[in-house]
Structures are given as C-alpha cells and as structure tokens.
C-alpha cells in the first residue's frame, strides 16, 4: 500500500520556526491532495493546510501567512514551512494523502502518517 513519515518536528521558543516533512513511499500509482492537520489536547483535529497535485493550496485562517505548504511531487514529499510559531500551535500534526496505488490494478487510498508533535514553548 502507501506509507506516510512525517519528521521535522520538536520544541521550539515563541517566534521560532520549524519545518515538517511527509513522505510518501510504497505502490503509489498517483497522489492527489496532500494535508497537515494538528489535533491539541482536549481539542479535536483541524486541517491546518493542504495542496492539490496542481499547486492550490487552502490554510486555516489561524495560520495563514505564517504558515507555508509545498509539496515536491518527484519526491513525493509534502512539506510545512512554519514561522512565527505561538504556544496555541502546540500540537501533534499529521499528514494526510489520498491517491491511487497499484497491486494489481488501481486501488484508492486515503492514509495518515503516525503524527510528530510540535511544541512551542519558552
């Protein structure tokens, strides 16, 4: 099937910048949107962005212009340019893909990675 490893993540001071990374590996046929979410204690998961495989992104109005999402579609890598970080962006972020991979024949996938927490505190 399809993999995600997310790293990039740690403890950072109030203002810093960090940068999370996802890759994707195994049969994957396509990838199409690619997303971070983040879920704090006692909240629930919120998409905090997200790119199609042309480029259009979508930000959560909390982080927009101080967070960035790429993708290297080559290296089947999505990536999160975090700056200006606040305490509020603790959190364990995830990323997400959905796509097609190959065994076979075509299948869809909608995979998570196992999360990297980011914690941002002085």
């Known amino acids: 099937q399809v993999q995600l490893v997310e790293s990039g993540g740690g403890l950072v001071q109030p203002g810093g910048s960090l940068r999370l990374s996802c890759a994707a590996s195994?049969?994957?046929?396509?990838?199409?949107?690619m997303g971070w979410y983040r879920q704090a204690p006692g909240k629930e998961r919120e998409l905090v962005a997200s790119?199609?495989?042309?480029?259009?992104?979508k930000y959560a109005d909390s982080v927009k212009g101080r967070f960035t999402i790429s993708r290297d579609n080559a290296k089947n890598t999505v990536y999160l340019q975090m700056n200006s970080l606040k305490p509020e962006d603790t959190a364990v972020y995830s990323c997400?893909?959905?796509?097609?991979?190959?065994?076979?024949?075509?299948?869809?996938?909608?995979?998570w990675g196992q999360g990297t927490q980011v914690t941002v505190s002085s």
């Open positions: 790119i199609t495989s042309g480029g259009s992104t």
């Open positions: 997400n893909a959905e796509g097609k991979y190959y065994s076979g024949a075509l299948y869809p996938y909608n995979n």
């Open positions: 195994g049969r994957i046929f396509s990838i199409n949107g």
